[in-house]
């Protein structure tokens, strides 16, 4: 099985930074993927960002521009630079990985989640 321990989270007021950190450790044959994804009480989690195993990358519509996903391979971590933060950002913030504990067995691993509140 992989692990993962998202870091960083904290409170900033509007239009400041923060850089969340995920990183996996277990089993690992190969990551296909990892993302971040955020979830706020009440509603359904829904994808941020995410980077694959070739580099490609993808945002949502709502933080292109202002986040960017990158991932260090030799750490196996994966981190989202959050900049000119909105309160609309608040959320708890899971890291998510796509991977392959060995050559036969893939699944999907969640971290437990870290959070991000953006108020002044």
């Known amino acids: 099985q992989v692990q993962l321990v998202e870091s960083g989270g904290g409170l900033v007021q509007p239009g400041g930074s923060l850089r969340l950190s995920c990183a996996a450790s277990g089993s690992i044959f190969r990551i296909n993927a990892m993302g971040w994804y955020r979830q706020v009480s009440g509603k359904q989690r829904e994808l941020v960002a995410a980077i694959t195993s070739i580099g490609s990358r993808n945002y949502a519509d709502s933080v292109k521009g202002r986040f960017t996903i990158s991932s260090d391979n030799a750490k196996n971590t994966v981190y989202l630079q959050m900049n000119s933060l909105k309160p609309e950002d608040t959320a708890v913030y899971y890291c998510?990985?796509?991977?392959?504990?060995?050559?036969?067995?893939?699944?999907?691993?969640w971290g437990q989640g870290t959070q991000v509140t953006v108020s002044s």
């Open positions: 998510n990985a796509d991977a392959n504990s060995s050559w036969l067995i893939k699944d999907i691993y």
